[in-house]
């Protein structure tokens, strides 16, 4: 019997609503509604499996699932072209999950915790103020992630002759230097940082409002919130693609017992600082769009806090599992600018929230499941 | 096919192996047998480049690779079990016997991540593969191919790491107490498996080490006793059984 398309349809559509929802309302106590219901939601979801219908639903139509979600990306995108602020956050989500995408294929599939994700979107950032206007801005993206690879790399040896806590600790120290170095570096612009040209595109300077007629004028958001989701959506799909094949199996081996992996060949160095790469390459590129879209970069907003806050998204999203990276990427970007106030105590409330899944529901808030063969039922 | 001449293995002061001389034949099941700490173990391990050798020199088909890295040692064609298992709980067991087949495994970016296609019919192939070599040990555990490997009972679980070893279909096959953990029928049915595998590899070199003598006497077709890290003797198990030598350093008579 064929499944139905709906579940899925629902699910996508519930989710595209609660963004919208977080992305709209202002007043403190509808914020807290909109996560109420969010949490009875996924509650409910799990005491129906009404999730696992969900996702049954859309392993059975792979073709119009994305058609859905994109659609769903693009109507919220013109929900809210005429404001600012709120399409800003959507930004800022869908890079710093794409980045947090980057961070879960080191850390939820091949096993290396890096705690250093801040600088490597740094890498990119800067990457994008200096290049900037002197190269097509797609090459720019490029480069910025490829340097941010490159970056990773010079921390390959370390990492390989080290194990888990002392890894960490690697990247930790990494991080730090980095962002000392921006700061006393006179021609990155020290403390005060660098302005980044916008994003150009065979003429279209995405840093223009689109003005229609007088009355209409879209935000200049508009274009880079489009870019920045359909990266996400295409880094998701050959993240998705990359765990179902054999490489997602070399690293989950690499992962769970890298002995075990050792004794039927697998060369786990390799494949960690594969992962390692890739995953800083996608950190690399988030980081130079960010820039893009913000026009400026300083050293603050790379410091180790705000590698912590992509390490906290992977851990509430759920190791393992790419989906639950876009919900708790609204929920650590968009909570602390909806809740004034909350903003000193952002920290505490990531730690808070990081506590809770990992006492409550370990593996985060949509938790992995067992890998899906293609080919196989 | 295999021949280790005066292996040794030093972990500082300790002799763990101590000129260590070992042939193996193809098709051959060759018993390892001693008292616990005398070895075995290590002799796995050095083989497989887990621990350092410290001297004598291991030959594989003519090829010296002694002390090699386990990479080229699998490369070679030589699997091996674990004494405590090392099956990796949290996938499938599909992908744990994946897992042993991952030297033929193409892992290039365009054949798994965009010829999606040519990937599923290669998938497919390998599972029907991986579902009759599980039907060999048993025809229900065949059936649990895309289960989690944790929903096993144990028994099973060693069958998922026998396979695992086989699927490479290796020259020489390692296995470290299949038997350990095990009630007396689960025992009795792994011994069934362990002809299983002879027939199904007939090429294949068997090397078990094993504490229950009842599994060494009805499969191996030789044994080797070790003691503190030396061949103590060699030979049938019925001869090796009544060498006054090994009573000795299994019961501790003086």
Known sequence: MPVAAWPALAAVAIGAGLAAALLLVHHKAAVLAVLAVGAALLVVAQRTRAGERAAASAAAHPRLVPVAVAACGLGLVMLLREDNFALLMLCTVALQTLAALGLHLQFGYAGVANFAGAAFLGVGAYTAAVLGGHLPSVLVLVTGAGLAALAGLLLALPLLRTRGHYAALITIAFGLLLRTFLEVNDTLGGPQGLKVPGFTLGGLAFNDAIVFDEDTEWSFYVPYAVLALALLGATHVLVRRLERSWIGLALDAVRVDETAAAAFGVNGGAWKIAAFCVGNALCGLAGALLAMVTGFVAPPSFAFGDSLVLVSIVILGGIGNPLGLLPAAFLVVVLPEKLQGLQEYRFLLFAVLVILVLRLRPGGLLPRRLRRWPGLP | ????????????????????????????????????????????????????????????????????????????????????????????????????????????????????????????????????????????????????????????????????????????????????????????????????????????AVILIEHDMAVIERVSDRCLVLDYGRRLCEGSFAAVSRDPEVRRAYLGEA
């Open chain 2, 1 to 204: 096919m295999l021949e280790v001449s005066g292996l040794t293995v030093r972990f500082g002061g300790l002799t763990a192996l101590d000129g260590l001389q070992l042939r193996a034949a193809a098709g051959e099941l060759l018993g390892l047998i001693g008292p616990n700490g005398s070895g075995k173990t290590t002799f796995f391990n050095a083989l497989t480049g887990f621990v350092p050798v410290s001297g004598g020199q291991v030959r594989f088909d003519g090829k010296d690779i002694t002390g090699a890295a386990p990479r080229r040692v699998a490369a070679c064609g030589i699997a091996r079990t674990f004494q405590r298992l090392r099956l990796l709980s949290e996938l499938s067991v599909f992908d744990n016997l994946m897992l042993g087949l991952h030297l033929d495994l193409p892992h290039g970016p365009w054949v798994n991540l965009f010829a999606r296609r040519r990937l599923a019919a290669a998938v497919r192939e390998r599972a029907a593969e991986a579902r009759e070599l599980l039907a060999v040990f048993s025809p229900a555990l065949a059936g649990r191919l895309a289960e989690p490997l944790r929903a096993l009972p144990m028994i099973d679980r060693r069958r998922v790491e026998i396979c695992r070893a086989l699927v490479r279909a290796p020259r020489l096959l390692l296995l470290d107490e299949p038997s350990a953990g095990m009630t007396p029928d689960e025992t009795a049915a792994l011994m069934d498996d362990l002809h299983a595998v002879k027939a199904r590899r007939p090429g294949t």
